[in-house]
C-alpha cells in the first residue's frame, strides 16, 4: 500500500480525504487529470480555508500532488499514484475510504467502462504484455540512470563474461575475425588461428610498434603487421597502432568495462549507416513550415553530414585509409512524384556539404495514383510501408553494394520501417521517436475509435510498439521523453500501460528500466546558427534584406502586417502552423496584454496565409484562428506574419537579426519533444521563452539561460515576458547576459560532434553485445511479428481500401 495513502488514512486529514472526495463526486467531471485534480483540491483548500502549508506539505497535499488520475465510479474511486518516476499504482477508495490495491488489468478495465467499452460478458480483450521477454534480460534499478543505459550494460554483461575468462576470450577473438570491409578482411588474419595465439600475437605486434617513431604512417609498416597476424583497422601511425594493441591486450590479461567500451568505441565497425525518414517533404530546400516537415527533417540532415564526417575521421584514424575506404550515409525517403516545386520526386540528391551523404527516394507503390502521387500525411501512410521496405531493401543493397551496418529509424513510420529493414538485412536497429503522438493527444487512445477516421491511432501505436521493442537500441533527446518528470508521464512511459477499448490491452508495453535506452541530443547546424555578435561571418546585403522582409516589406502574397512601429523589440516565433506549436496562443497572450503590445511588435514566421493554399486541416484551423485573434485584438500594426519558406542561410540570419535589435525568442507549443528553433535562437544570442511542457525543461534552466513559461496561463506568460522586456528597457546588460549564456549552454552542451560521437560508439557497443553475448531475443520478435501481421497488418489494408476510393 503507498505510504502517501497510508499516511492520509492514519492522520486527521481523513476526514478532508472525505470531504474532497465527496466534492468531487458532487461536479460534473467523471475523469480527473493532473491538472483538473490539482485545480480542484486548490478549490477544496480555499472554500475550506486551509493554510497554503496544507495545499502544500500535508500528506493530503503531497498525495494529491502525487496524483495522475482519478476516476470516479458509481460506488468508489480509481486513484493512480505516481510516487516516483517510472513507477506507478493504482488504488480502489471506496465511500468509507477502504482502501484496495488494483491490478493493471482492473485499471484498464475502469477506463474501458468510463468510454462505454467494457463488455465483460463477451470475454476478454487482447492483452499485450513484453515483459516475459525482458525477465531475462538486465535492468538498470535507479530511475536516475534510465537513459544511461550502455555504460550500464558495459558493467552488467561484461562482469558476467569476464567470469569465464576463457569464453571471454574466445568471444573477443570470435568478435575480431569477424570484421571486413567490401571483402577485405581486417582487424587479424589466418594467421592467428587461436585466443591463445592472439595474446602472443598481440606481444609480438607490441613489441615490433614501440621500435617504430610514433608519428610513422602506418602505410610504411602495414605488410610488417600483415606477417605478425594483424591486418588494418589498428591505427593510423605508429603510436594509434600502440595505444589500440595496448587496450586489447589490457582487456585480454585484466579485462574491465572501461577500456573494452575504449576498445569497441575505436575499432572500424561502421562504414554504411542508413536514416529512414519516410513520410513528409523531405529536402534540402523550400520544404521547412510544410505540414509534418519540421525539425525532423533539420535533424536527420543534419546527423547525416554530421556522421559522415565523423566516420571519415574514425576510419582516417584507424588507418583505413589505405584500402580507399569510403564510408556512406544514406537518408532513405519516400519520393513524391507531384514534388509541388521541392526536389522530392528526384530519386537520388547529394547532401550539400558532403562527400558521400545521399538522400534516396523511393517511391510509395502506385495503388491510387490518386493518394500516392502526392504527398501524404504521416497519419495516413501506413497502409504503403511494407511494401516499401521490400522495394527499400532493393534500392539500398544496389546503392552500397552491400549491406549496411546500422539502420537508423525516425519517427513511427521509420521506426516500423527500421524494424523490417532490420528483421530482413539483420542489421543492428536504432530508434529516434522525435515525437510520440500518444501522448500529444490527450485520450487518444481510450477514443481511438472516435479519433481513427482522422488519425489513425491504432495502427500508429501498434507500430510503436512493435518498433520500440524491437530496437537494439533507441535514443532519446531528453530525460523526459523517456520517463518524464516527477509531475508529468514521460513519452515512452505513456506506452508502458494503456488501453485501445475493444482493440487491445497494453499490460506492459515497454521497459523503461531496459538499458537499450540512451540520452543523445541533438545539436544545430553552426555554419547557419551562430551568434549575432560574429558580424565577420555575416553578410551586410543579407542582414539588410532580412530586416527589410521581416519588419517593412510589403509582399501581400507572403506576409500579413504592416508595422506602426517596426523600431519596438520584436518578440520573435517560428513554427509550424500545428495546435500544438500554439502560435494562436501566443498571439492571444500578446493580444491580451496592452503592456506587451506598448513595447514589443509581435513577429511569426509560420505556415501558409491563406487557407486555400493549404491541404492540412489542422494547419487550416490555425490560419482561421490567427486572423479571428488580430481582429479581435485589433493587432493590425503590431503584428507581422510571414507565411515564408525561407532558404536555410535565411532562417540562420533571420534569429541575429532579432537579436541585433534586442528581441526576444518565444516558443509556446502546448508540448514540444525537443524543439530545435529553442537550440537555433539561443546559439544566435537571442534570449529564448520556451514551454515549460517537453524538452525544453531540459534544455534551459529557468532564469539562468533562458525562460520557461506556462502556454496555458497566457497572463502569466505576458508578465513573465514583461518583467525581463522592462529590465531590459532600464538596463541592457540584462538582455546581453541571458543572451551570452543561452549561447554557452548550446556550445557546451548540444553540439552534433558530441551527438554522433556517441551514436556511433552506441552502434559499436550494442553490436558488440548483441553479437557476443547471442542474446535470445528471436522469441520477442516472432512475437512482434505477430502483432504486425495479426493487427497492423488487417488495419493498414483497411485503411488502403478507403484511400482506394479518393
Ligand atoms: N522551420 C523553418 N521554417 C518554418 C518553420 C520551421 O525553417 O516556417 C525550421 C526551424 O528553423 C527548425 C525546424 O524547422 O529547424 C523546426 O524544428 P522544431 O524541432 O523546433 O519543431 P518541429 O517542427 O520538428 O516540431
Ligand atoms: C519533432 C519535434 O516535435 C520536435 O520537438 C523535435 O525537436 C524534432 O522532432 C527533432 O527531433
Known amino acids: 500500500m503507498s505510504a502517501l495513502i497510508q499516511a492520509v488514512l492514519n492522520s486527521e486529514e481523513k476526514s478532508d480525504l472525505r470531504q474532497f472526495v465527496s466534492e468531487l463526486r458532487g461536479e460534473e467531471q467523471r475523469y480527473l487529470l493532473r491538472n483538473d485534480i490539482l485545480g480542484a483540491f486548490g478549490r477544496y483548500c480555499s472554500q475550506n480555508d486551509k493554510p497554503a502549508s496544507f495545499q502544500s506539505s500535508s500528506s493530503l497535499g503531497r498525495l494529491i500532488s502525487y496524483t495522475q488520475e482519478i476516476i470516479l465510479e458509481d460506488e468508489s474511486l480509481c486513484i493512480i499514484v505516481r510516487p516516483n518516476i517510472a513507477h506507478q499504482e493504482t488504488y480502489r477508495l471506496f465511500d468509507d475510504l477502504a482502501i484496495e490495491p488494483m491490478s493493471v488489468q482492473e485499471l484498464l478495465d475502469v477506463r474501458d467502462r468510463f468510454v462505454n467499452h467494457f463488455h465483460p460478458n463477451e470475454g476478454d480483450v487482447l492483452e499485450i504484455d513484453f515483459q516475459p521477454f525482458y525477465d531475462y534480460s538486465p535492468t538498470l534499478r535507479d530511475p536516475k540512470n534510465i537513459g544511461k543505459g550502455v555504460a550500464f550494460l558495459n558493467r552488467f554483461l561484461s562482469s558476467k563474461l569476464f567470469q569465464d575468462p576463457a569464453q571471454w576470450l574466445e568471444a573477443l577473438y570470435e568478435f575480431l575475425n569477424l570484421h571486413s570491409y567490401d571483402g577485405t578482411q581486417l582487424l587479424i588474419n589466418g594467421r592467428i588461428k587461436s585466443q591463445r595465439q592472439l595474446s602472443d600475437q598481440i606481444k609480438q605486434a607490441l613489441n615490433f610498434v614501440n621500435e617504430l617513431p610514433p608519428e610513422q604512417p602506418y602505410a610504411e609498416f602495414r605488410f610488417d603487421l600483415q606477417t605478425l597476424g594483424f591486418e588494418p583497422g589498428w591505427g593510423n601511425t605508429a603510436s594509434r597502432v600502440r595505444e589500440t594493441l595496448e587496450i586489447l591486450d589490457a582487456l585480454i590479461d585484466s579485462p574491465d568495462d572501461r577500456s573494452l567500451d575504449a576498445f569497441i568505441s575505436r575499432i572500424p565497425m561502421i562504414f554504411r549507416i542508413v536514416l529512414v525518414s519516410p513520410h513528409g517533404w523531405f529536402g534540402q530546400e523550400g520544404v521547412l513550415g510544410r505540414p509534418d516537415t519540421g525539425g525532423q527533417v533539420v535533424y536527420v540532415l543534419d546527423q547525416a553530414r554530421s556522421l559522415e564526417k565523423q566516420l571519415q575521421e574514425d576510419l582516417i584514424l584507424a588507418g583505413l585509409d589505405v584500402l580507399k575506404v569510403h ?200 555554419s547557419v546558427y551562430f551568434p549575432y555578435s560574429r558580424t565577420e561571418d555575416r553578410v551586410p546585403a543579407n542582414r539588410e534584406r532580412i530586416e527589410d522582409l521581416l519588419f ?21 516565433s517560428m513554427a509550424r502552423l500545428d495546435r500544438i506549436k500554439n502560435l494562436t496562443g501566443l498571439a492571444e497572450c500578446f493580444g491580451r496584454s496592452p503592456e506587451l503590445q506598448e513595447r514589443c511588435n509581435l513577429i ?70 525537443f524543439g530545435l528553433t529553442i537550440l537555433e535562437a539561443m546559439i544566435s544570442g537571442v534570449p529564448t521563452f520556451a514551454t515549460r511542457f517537453g524538452g525544453p525543461l531540459e534544455i534551459i534552466q529557468d532564469r539562468v539561460n533562458g525562460f520557461y513559461i506556462n502556454p496555458t496561463h497566457l497572463k502569466e506568460m505576458a508578465q513573465k515576458i514583461l518583467d525581463f522586456v522592462s529590465k531590459c528597457d532600464q538596463d541592457p546588460r540584462a538582455w546581453e547576459e541571458i543572451s551570452k549564456r543561452g549561447m554557452d549552454r548550446v556550445y557546451s552542451t548540444y553540439t552534433w560532434r558530441i551527438h554522433t560521437t556517441r551514436l556511433l560508439s552506441l552502434a559499436k557497443i550494442y553490436g558488440f553485445w548483441n553479437y557476443t553475448s547471442k542474446e535470445k531475443r528471436e522469441d520477442m520478435l516472432r512475437y512482434l511479428e505477430a502483432l504486425f501481421y495479426l493487427i497492423y497488418r488487417p488495419r493498414a489494408k483497411a485503411l488502403l481500401e478507403k484511400h482506394s476510393h479518393r
Open 327 to 526: 564510408p556512406k550515409v544514406v537518408i532513405l525517403t519516400r519520393l513524391i512524384p507531384n514534388a509541388d516545386g521541392t526536389l522530392c520526386n528526384q530519386r537520388l540528391e547529394k547532401v550539400h556539404g558532403t562527400d558521400n551523404a545521399w538522400i534516396l527516394r523511393v517511391p510509395f507503390r502506385e495503388f491510387n495514383p490518386n493518394v500516392t502521387n502526392h504527398w501524404i500525411s504521416r497519419f495516413e501512410i501506413w497502409p504503403y510501408l511494407e511494401t516499401y521496405v521490400i522495394d527499400s531493401e532493393r534500392e539500398l543493397l544496389a546503392e552500397f553494394q552491400g549491406k549496411p551496418d546500422l539502420i537508423v529509424g525516425n519517427y513511427s513510420d521509420g521506426n516500423l520501417v527500421a524494424f523490417l529493414l532490420s528483421r530482413r538485412l539483420q542489421v543492428t536497429q536504432c530508434n529516434i521517436a522525435h515525437a510520440l503522438e500518444k501522448s500529444k493527444y490527450l485520450f487518444s487512445n481510450l477514443y481511438w475509435q472516435e479519433l481513427d477516421e482522422q488519425y489513425h491511432f491504432s495502427i500508429q501505436f501498434t507500430a510503436d510498439l512493435i518498433a520500440m521493442n524491437a530496437a537494439n537500441f533507441i535514443i532519446s533527446s531528453t530525460y523526459q521523453e523517456i520517463v518524464g518528470t516527477p509531475d508529468s508521464v514521460g513519452q515512452y512511459e505513456s506506452y508502458a500501460c494503456f488501453s485501445m477499448p475493444d482493440l487491445y490491452h497494453v499490460v506492459n508495453g515497454i521497459e523503461l528500466f531496459s538499458p537499450k535506452f540512451n540520452v543523445v541530443p541533438p545539436g544545430v547546424n553552426e
Open 552 to 572: 517593412t516589406a510589403e509582399e501581400p502574397e507572403h506576409i500579413f502586417g504592416k508595422l506602426d512601429d517596426p523600431s519596438k523589440r520584436p518578440l520573435f
Open 604 to 673: 511569426l514566421v509560420a505556415g501558409k496565409l491563406r487557407r486555400e493554399e493549404s491541404t492540412d486541416p489542422e494547419e487550416i484551423s490555425e490560419i482561421e484562428k490567427l486572423y479571428g485573434l488580430i481582429d479581435q485584438y485589433n493587432l493590425h500594426g503590431k503584428i507581422r506574419w510571414l507565411g515564408v519558406r525561407l532558404p536555410k542561410g535565411d532562417s540562420g540570419e533571420i534569429y541575429r537579426v532579432i537579436a541585433d535589435r534586442q528581441g526576444i525568442f518565444v516558443q509556446p507549443a502546448l508540448f514540444e519533444a
